[in-house]
């Protein structure tokens, strides 16, 4: 896709966002069956849902500017959720060593997603696209609200996860 303009570049980053929700869900869908905290399964059981909300609005942002994304993955979103698979599919793990790699993965991808959100956001800004804008910008909130949340769920995991070690 050539980037000759902001607008350009605008639906680039649209088209990225759109294929990284989309190949995050069953990605999210399956850190929640692996996790073993109840309340990490819940937390990314959620934020599965916030993600289809998230896809209907970017399908909503592509046919309020009459267009459609293009094809949007790269080598390092596959790379990330690649990361978050094999995490998961970890066996010989202790089961909070694994939630905390779990926590972390979950972390990289909506660590992507929020800077991907924040630049779209204010590139729709500048373009005029109040809509678009307000639109990302509740996505934008979502991720950080699954960081914050994932940041603080963190705090007790990783002490539990600590405790064989420091027996030993």
Known sequence: ????????????????????????LPVLERLQKCADNPRLARLLRS?????REQIARLDRIFLDLGTRPRNGATGGMRGL???????????DVDPHARDAALIAAAQHLEHDEIAAYGCARTWAKLLGLRQVA???????????????RLSKLAESVNKVALEPELAA
Do not use: F, W, Y
């Open 134 to 148: 307000s639109l990302l910008q509740r996505s934008l909130d979502e991720e950080h609200g699954m960081d914050s």
């Open 1 to 24: 896709m050539p980037l000759h303009s902001l607008h350009d570049l605008l639906m680039r980053e649209l088209s990225l966002l759109s294929s990284a929700e989309k190949q995050s």
């Open 81 to 91: 959720r690649q990361d978050c698979v094999e995490i998961a599919a970890m066996a």
């Open 47 to 51: 934020h599965a849902e916030e993600t």
